[in-house]
């Protein structure tokens, strides 16, 4: 599993970047978004990160890519509000 978070000040770009996120994962939180770990995806999500959104990044704004492994565990606790939305993937 891939967790992206992300702190975008704009709004204009932050709604964009959370729509490019929606076609591969499920949001987690506002800023939180689950993704299927495979080598594939992570490449594919990288790539627009480097060649569209990053020359539009601000110095305020920041990407955090945590990859996992089979053995992390993650605890979660209250209520995740998008943790059962559908994963839509766009070709």
Known sequence: ?????????ND?????F????QKYGNRMQFSVYKIQNSKRM??????????HFEKL???????LI???SENCKI???GFLKHEESDIIIVN
């Open 66 to 68: 945590i990859e996992t």
């Open 18 to 21: 959370s729509k490019f996120l």
């Open 75 to 77: 605890s979660k606790y």
């Open 1 to 9: 599993m891939i967790l992206i978070s992300y702190d975008i000040a």
């Open 12 to 16: 204009k770009l932050r709604t964009k």
């Open 42 to 51: 992570l490449d594919i999500i990288k790539s627009e990160i480097d060649n």
């Open 57 to 63: 990044f601000k110095e305020e704004d920041s990407v």
